[in-house]
């Protein structure tokens, strides 16, 4: 026996040991109680590093200790390697992202061959293979087939120089500037592909036989977001229709003003010539700005008056409509009424530009002669409606549900769920991704490439500049015949979001 233990020594001699007896080599065992382990596929950056092992260490435990049970266990090993790390080094080092990133997995598949772990490496799985992707394109079919797939403007944090849309870990600083250029991000519309994950809100509230920690289920609740209220139509006063929705449609009497998000499609339409350039100043900068800033809590509010008015329509008060970055497209119809005697947020904008405040609802220990509110009162469960019209004196609780009934009767709005959740954006305006198998017909609309046409493998003899994607530039590519009618067509050039890959 040696004097000391040396792992070069030992452990290669038994991992070709396992080699040769393909111990962890899984074959069908119609007998044997089956179980299938897996964990993140890493990203080959090109080296493997603490973090990996960390994540693997447990799930290769537990495989062992299935296997040491009797189970047949297959536990497979890849890699994710699609993404924006291989675009990046591709204009750094000045070659091909594929060139790079399979140098990267060759030598991070010996490093995860050297740790040990009892992969399969007969089930390896490469995220950028076309054998591998034409089944993330067959999948995108199968949800365009059930209605889960569809195409609609949104808007994207855009560069105007590289020409492309970055994810939120590409834009850096306050300022927001690109990580490759410097140049200041835009917000910009654009036609993308998004899975409806929406449709799927309330099952994935339903914890019932799931054994989660229970921070796991609020946080999971939390991102979802689950709001019961009512659909409200208010109208410009040249009747262009604003839907908002509301979780108090018992304060509708106390909306004193309307906020936009910069973004809405009305803002250019309804803005004045008098307040046009300082509401264009103001949608500018806050193009500029990510969702998370424009909705904190602690930030100061700003906002502008875009000249025009709106009908409140319980009342048929008239109404200013103004614009404010802290009210979102990406959050229920990007419009909202501004109740400020009743909501935090909104006392804080109308005591600021001097806008009324209507007092809605009565708080219990408040009376006639107690003067103007302070500060709003928020409660859902005390209090008594004011102000309203044939609702005044009846109690806060219950009072959502009886002014619904009473929209719906009149016409104005109807009971709605909204959710945070919001359906899954799956375009990049890039080249190292799966292509999305579409292709654009003038007479047919969008068609899918049919399933056995797949996979639409991703040209690799492109010039990559690292400015727009290269695909848009190849007519080889994208010129095409329409699958259903036969006539000229183009095939989509967007690319999957890299986790299209990575979910499956």
């Known amino acids: 026996m040696a004097d000391k233990y040396v792992p070069a020594d030992v452990e290669s001699k038994w991992q070709t040991r396992w080699e040769e007896t393909k111990l962890y080599r899984q074959t069908v065992q119609p007998n044997v109680p089956k ?52 675009e990046n080094a591709a204009i750094e080092r000045n070659i091909h992202p594929a060139k790079w990133t399979y140098a990267n997995i060759n030598k991070m598949r010996r490093q995860l061959r050297s740790m040990g772990a009892m992969f399969d490496w007969q089930r390896e799985a490469v995220s950028s293979d076309p054998s591998y992707y034409r089944w993330s394109q067959w999948f995108f079919n199968k949800l365009l087939e059930l209605n889960l797939a569809y195409r609609k403007k949104a808007a994207v944090d855009f560069c105007p120089h590289c020409n492309t849309t970055l994810a939120r870990e590409q834009v850096w600083g306050e300022d927001r500037h690109c990580e490759r250029c410097l140049t200041p991000v835009i917000k910009k519309e654009l036609e993308q592909w998004f899975f409806r994950t929406t449709e799927f809100a309330d099952k994935l509230l339903n914890f019932e036989g ?10 999971q609740t939390n991102w979802i977001g689950r709001s019961t209220g009512a659909d409200v139509v208010f109208r410009t006063e040249f009747g262009d229709p604003i839907p908002i929705f509301t979780t108090r449609p018992d304060t509708l009497w106390g909306a004193t003003f309307m906020v936009l998000a ?7 339409k309804i803005t004045t010539e008098e307040y046009r350039p300082e509401v264009e100043t103001y949608c500018q900068a806050a193009a500029r700005m990510d969702d ?7 930030r100061e509010k700003t906002g502008v008056f875009t000249g025009a008015f709106a ?61 103007p509110l302070t ?26 549900e009886k002014v619904t009934s009473w929209l719906e009767e009149k016409g104005i709005g109807k009971a709605a769920v909204n959710y945070r959740l919001r359906d899954w954006l799956i375009s990049r305006q890039r080249y190292w991704g799966a292509p999305i198998p579409i292709i654009n017909c003038k007479k047919c609309g ?38 259903k009618c036969g006539g000229k067509a183009e095939r989509e050039t967007d690319t999957f979001d890299t986790f299209m890959e990575s979910s499956w």
């Open 35 to 86: 179980h299938y382990a897996l964990t993140m596929l890493p990203y080959p950056s090109g080296d493997l590093h603490i973090g990996h092992w960390y994540a693997m260490v447990p799930s290769d435990a537990r495989a062992r200790y299935k296997r040491m049970m009797g189970y047949n266990v297959l536990f497979p090993m890849g890699f994710d390697s699609f993404g924006l790390p291989a």
């Open 210 to 219: 799931i054994d989660w920690p229970e921070r796991v289920k609020v946080m």
């Open 262 to 268: 910069p973004e809405h499609h009305l803002v250019k």
């Open 292 to 298: 998370i800033a424009r909705e904190s809590i602690e």
């Open 311 to 371: 009908i409140n329509p319980v009342n048929n008060e008239r109404i200013p409509i103004w614009v404010a970055d802290y009210v979102l497209m990406s959050y229920g119809s990007g419009a909202i009424m501004a109740v400020p005697a009743h909501d935090e947020r909104d006392f804080e904008f109308a005591r600021k530009f001097g806008l009324p405040i209507v007092e809605v609802i009565r708080s219990p220990e408040r009376k006639d002669d107690d003067g």
């Open 375 to 400: 500060e709003a009162f928020t409660s859902k469960d005390t209090g008594t409606m004011i102000n309203s019209d044939h609702f005044n004196g009846t109690p806060v609780l219950g009072a959502v």
């Open 446 to 483: 969008g068609v899918p490439v049919p399933d056995d046409q797949l996979p639409v493998v991703l040209p690799e003899e492109v010039k990559f500049e690292g400015v727009g994607s290269p695909i848009k530039k190849m007519p080889s590519f994208y010129n095409t015949t329409c699958p």
